[in-house]
């Protein structure tokens, strides 16, 4: 088995998480997604930062229809801060049937990858899958990281907060069930 692990504050999750979560589902013919929301991210700022249930929830909504997606509590139920190595080390305690893991990251995340907590450890533990844009290749990429170009929808969570913050229209940006649910509880205003 076959599993892909897509990490993040998902904050709020959006189409780009998922078109991303998709490409490299079928490109690497991966058997599962997961999706694991952090609880209190290392290499990023909390302001603005929903509680990790908030989030988790959302997440939950955004992967509903698709069987090969599936959302994980494991670092929001460990507290504190999240690290990469300790989240494999129980992915591979809990699915002993999978026979590789896959964990996928943007090509923004190489340039602090050395920064990660027992980093070499961490690259035993999963292959590190960096998803490219088409026409933006990396250079000297480490031979251990496998890239995968996939097409992009060039949006972030911090420009869409901004943008519901702002009063602008974020409909078409995420999925269905996540933006009603922003609209009711009124979240980033």
């Known amino acids: 088995m076959k599993i892909g692990i897509l990490g993040g504050t998902f904050n709020p999750i959006h189409n780009g998480h998922l078109i991303l979560a998709d490409e490299v589902c079928q490109k690497l013919g991966l058997n599962k997604i997961f999706f694991i929301p952090v609880n209190s991210p290392v290499h990023k700022e909390e302001k603005g930062l929903l509680p990790a249930k908030e989030r988790l929830k959302m997440v939950r909504m955004a992967l509903k229809?698709?069987?090969?997606?599936?959302?994980?509590?494991?670092e929001i139920r460990r507290k504190g801060?999240?690290?990469?190595?300790?989240?494999?080390?129980?992915?591979?305690r809990l699915y002993p049937e999978a026979n590789k893991f896959f964990f996928i990251v943007g090509s923004d995340a190489l340039g602090y990858l050395t920064s990660w907590k027992d980093i070499q450890e961490v690259m035993k533990l999963a292959k590190f899958t960096v998803a490219l844009r088409p026409n933006y290749p990396l250079r000297n990429l480490p031979k251990d990281i496998l890239p995968v170009v996939i097409e992009s929808i060039d949006v972030s969570g911090f420009r869409l907060r901004q943008r519901?913050?702002?009063g602008e229209s974020v409909r078409y940006y995420l999925p269905k069930q996540v933006y009603n649910y922003i609209e009711k509880k009124r979240l980033y205003k």
């Not at 801060?81 to 300790?86: A, G, N």
């Open 164 to 166: 519901i913050k702002d």
């Open 65 to 74: 229809d698709n069987p090969l997606f599936e959302a994980l509590d494991i």
């Open 81 to 92: 801060k999240s690290y990469t190595i300790d989240t494999l080390r129980e992915l591979h």
